[in-house]
């Protein structure tokens, strides 16, 4: 059913916006609407996570840049060769990349 545009004028008229506003708040916190999403997080930024790195450190350790690190983190590229060597390190032994980061200044 399709409310005509006077219709709508005076429903419209009669609502307290800021009220409305305030309870949908208060219902959003209360957890009764809304959907909760927990986006998944790539193998590289887990790795990066790990290893307790910002972008720019973990990619400068990498030998990349950090647009590249960002686009493997976001699965648009994948790395290749020696960086998935080096990321498979980094995901079973952090605490490499933190002492080479303290090491090289990157830290």
């Not at 219902?27 to 790195?53: M, N």
């Amino acid at each position: 059913m399709s409310l005509s545009e006077e219709e709508l004028l005076a429903r419209n008229a009669q609502r307290n916006i800021g009220e409305e506003l305030l309870q949908a708040i208060i219902d959003i916190k209360a957890s009764r609407y809304g959907a909760v999403y927990q986006a998944p997080v790539s193998p590289v930024a887990a790795a990066r996570h790990g290893a307790s790195l910002n972008q720019a450190q973990f990619a400068a350790l990498l030998g990349v840049s950090k647009r590249t690190l960002q686009e493997w983190e976001q699965g648009r590229r994948q790395p290749s060769g020696a960086a998935r060597t080096l990321l498979k390190i980094a995901e079973r032994h952090p605490e490499v990349l933190r002492e080479l980061a303290k090491t090289v200044g990157a830290g």
